[in-house]
């Protein structure tokens, strides 16, 4: 990462997002912090300061609000005079067995883990492209992959955002920006606690591998590594067989 640069985070507060803001303030970057709670917000930039980073925060109450992020959007653009990465990686994970009958749950699942991520991808891509340099990152899910009865309403929000992405990349090849599909797989902090699930993560490698992502990578980056290959044998998978494993 070059010195200095201006990176805004979305969800600044989560757990992943917090580690990875770390390690960019230690490297001396620009942050710009957006998040829901305003007393997280400024105790996650007061850390990052005195790490070495600069930091500035806005409080976005609701990220299902287009407007909300445009604003949110020109002010982070403003802040730094310009950006030179994203990480969106705010997130809801409902109960699946509530979620599965309840629309609105539904509905909202969609909004805040699938369609807000993509707007604000939407609101940042003619800026990068037009300064030809930058990067954009986005937490997905290796949920998204395929569609699980264990989580497919959290999967399926997942699987929208990796389906933008690509396609975002491919509209964006040869403008010097980076779109960067971020996948982990589960992952030990606040929003997956109580559930049991294998191979979990710790959130503090998983950020250095984000970090390292954002720095120089383009493309689907699976984290840890291994994801890549369980989740290349889990797709392929004849469906016939995949409906009667349940898992």
């Not at 805004?8 to 620009?30: D, K, N, Y």
């Not at 990349?169 to 403008?175: A, D, H, K, P």
């Not at 996948?183 to 970090?211: F, H, S, W, Y």
């Amino acid at each position: 990462m070059k010195t200095g640069e201006r990176i805004l985070v979305v969800g600044a507060t989560s757990a992943i997002a917090q580690e990875a803001i770390r390690i960019w303030a230690g490297q001396g970057a620009r942050l710009f912090l957006a998040g829901r709670d305003a007393g997280k917000l400024e105790v996650v930039s007061a850390d990052a300061k005195a790490r070495g980073g600069s930091t500035k925060v806005a409080v976005v109450e609701d990220v299902t609000s287009v407007t909300n992020l445009s604003m949110m959007v020109d002010s982070a653009w403003k802040a730094w005079g310009g950006l030179d990465g994203v990480l969106v990686a705010h997130g809801w994970l409902p109960n699946q067995r509530e979620a599965q009958d309840d629309p609105l749950a539904v509905r909202q699942c969609l909004r805040i883990n699938g369609e807000s991520v993509c707007e604000i991808l939407t609101l940042l891509a003619p800026r990068f492209a037009k300064q030809r340099s930058g990067w954009m990152a986005a937490i997905s899910s290796v949920a998204g992959d395929r569609g699980r009865a264990a989580m497919y309403v959290y999967g399926a929000a997942k699987a929208v955002v990796s389906h933008f992405m690509s396609g975002l990349r491919q509209r964006l090849e040869g403008t010097g920006v980076r779109v960067i599909d971020i996948r982990p797989g589960p992952v030990d902090t606040p929003m997956t606690e109580g559930l049991k699930m294998p191979l979990v993560a710790a959130a503090e490698p998983v950020a250095r591998r984000i970090v390292r992502a954002c720095a120089k990578s383009n493309g689907v980056v699976y984290v840890p590594w291994f994801w890549r290959f369980i989740m290349l044998i889990l797709t392929h998978v004849p469906e016939p067989i995949w409906v009667k494993m349940k898992i």
